[in-house]
């Protein structure tokens, strides 16, 4: 399955000035923290972490976090799995054939949420086959829900 072998995020960012920083143990797997851009996409998600590499499969995973630092665990804000890893959208292109991560990916996130006329069972259909991945040690944070 495409989703195995994704790492598991921190729990938490850590506090650096107005920004936030990866605990170091999490350095080599992650990327660190940007500002959500795409409002559309996390729309109550303040920062977010993607994964340095895709597994063999061409996926990649992403966390996002609230305005404090902790990893959100659900809803449609949170982060998800990626079919393609959303950063090396012409390395995946160029060993997997003709999809990226916004074929395969946005593009169908945003078919749902049109279908949808917004957040609803299709946007949940999506979100089901990529899901939020998160430690075991998360506390329950989810900013909005279905």
Request: proline content about 6%.
């Given at each position: 399955m495409w989703r195995n072998n994704l790492p598991i995020p921190p729990a938490c960012l850590v506090k650096k000035g107005n920004n936030f920083t990866l605990p170091a143990v999490y350095s080599s797997r992650w990327k660190q923290p940007t500002r959500i851009k795409y409002k559309k996409y996390h729309p109550k998600g303040s920062w977010e972490i993607r994964t340095v590499l895709a597994n063999?499969?061409?996926?990649?995973?992403?966390?996002?976090?609230?305005?404090?630092?902790?990893?959100?665990?659900?809803?449609?804000?949170?982060?998800?799995?990626?079919?393609?890893?959303?950063?090396?959208i012409v390395m995946t292109i160029a060993k997997f054939g003709q999809g990226g991560h916004i074929k395969e990916d946005v593009e169908p996130f945003d078919l749902a949420l049109g279908l949808d006329n917004g957040y609803g069972t299709n946007v949940q259909r999506y979100l089901s086959v990529r899901p939020t991945i998160v430690p075991a040690s998360a506390k329950a944070n989810v900013l909005d829900s279905f």
């Amino acid at each position: 399955m495409w989703r195995n072998n994704l790492p598991i995020p921190p729990a938490c960012l850590v506090k650096k000035g107005n920004n936030f920083t990866l605990p170091a143990v999490y350095s080599s797997r992650w990327k660190q923290p940007t500002r959500i851009k795409y409002k559309k996409y996390h729309p109550k998600g303040s920062w977010e972490i993607r994964t340095v590499l895709a597994n063999s499969y061409g996926a990649g995973n992403q966390a996002v976090y609230d305005s404090k630092g902790y990893i959100l665990t659900g809803g449609y804000s949170a982060g998800s799995a990626d079919c393609r890893q959303a950063d090396s959208i012409v390395m995946t292109i160029a060993k997997f054939g003709q999809g990226g991560h916004i074929k395969e990916d946005v593009e169908p996130f945003d078919l749902a949420l049109g279908l949808d006329n917004g957040y609803g069972t299709n946007v949940q259909r999506y979100l089901s086959v990529r899901p939020t991945i998160v430690p075991a040690s998360a506390k329950a944070n989810v900013l909005d829900s279905f």
